[in-house]
């Protein structure tokens, strides 16, 4: 079956092939002869605050052609049975498997996947799984053994600190890694960082391979606490914002969203920490 996908916005994880469409903002469909043949429209929204322009997407899309719409994504609590790769990301991000055991109060993954399952394994450099440390040992050997044949490979769906084992670490290091994505996402959760990356760090890998998602709020002080830490313990910090799952996206002052930019960017952070610069006086 030809599907074209819709999507919100462009994104570095959305595909790009004739079959996909960035309606910009605009509601308005497009003019269809312009798209090679297909036999649905599937509209894949993300983001909550999202799903009202999706809506207003599939009734326009309903309204100038005749082929069936059907709109979802992780905003409408919906998820595809079985990973199809390039379907709805690129064609070199995987899944290898869905959901995650874990019930942090700040994630929807639990709410729409249900329990870590393991799927069937593609081929892919970007490991995007929401908690690949869940998955057996042997489902772990064959995605490594996957990746072997991989370059610039990234764990990207953070890494669960209290889980990386001996098993993982030598397995990792005979793999060509670009990067392996870590959580902090609340001062709880530092201590089991720090063991990690400290064992990660024994193994060879650098600041420059080590990242790790900080989820943080309105408190700049006491995020930037959070924030120098994860530095100091050697992964690249990277900040980002809680929003609420509501069809209205969660609004921070202009001064927290500054803070929040200015610790996504390496290059920025190093210098901040390195040179003791105030990132409030930066021009992001």
């Not at 790790?212 to 830490?229: F, M, P, S, W």
């Not at 530095?231 to 980002?240: D, I, K």
């Amino acid at each position: 079956m030809k599907i074209l996908r819709v999507f919100p916005k462009k994104t570095s994880y959305t595909p790009t092939d004739p079959l996909v469409y960035y309606p910009n903002g605009l509601t308005q469909a497009p003019m269809w002869e312009l798209f090679p043949e297909f036999d649905e429209i599937h509209i894949s929204c993300s983001f909550t605050w999202d799903k009202k322009f999706c809506e207003e997407l599939a009734y326009q899309f309903r309204s100038t052609q005749d082929k069936p719409v059907k709109l979802g994504g992780p905003a409408f609590e919906s998820e595809a049975p079985d990973f199809e790769q390039g379907l709805y990301l690129k064609s070199n991000i995987t899944f290898t498997s869905r959901g995650c055991n874990n019930q942090c109060p700040w994630c929807i993954v639990p709410k729409i996947e249900g329990k870590l399952k393991e799927i069937r394994i593609c081929q892919g450099n970007v490991i995007q799984d929401n908690n690949f440390l869940q998955t057996s040992r042997t489902h772990k050997d064959r995605v490594f053994e996957m990746l072997k044949t991989q370059k610039l490979v990234q764990f990207k769906g953070g890494l669960e600190s209290d889980l990386i084992d001996d098993h993982f670490i030598e397995n990792v290091r005979g793999l060509k890694i670009d990067e392996l994505w870590l959580a902090c996402d609340t001062d709880g959760s530092f201590k089991n960082l720090e063991i990690a990356v400290t064992k990660l760090a024994k193994a060879g890998f650098s600041r420059e391979k080590l990242k790790c998602y900080a989820l943080i709020d309105g408190d700049i002080r006491k995020n930037e606490e959070r924030l120098q830490k994860i530095w100091h313990a050697g992964a690249m910090p990277f900040a980002q914002l809680y929003r609420d799952f509501t069809d209205k996206k969660t609004e921070y002052p202009k001064e927290v969203e500054k803070f929040a930019r200015s610790w996504q960017r390496p290059a920025a952070i190093n210098m901040h920490m390195k040179k003791g610069t105030d990132f409030r006086s930066f021009n992001i």
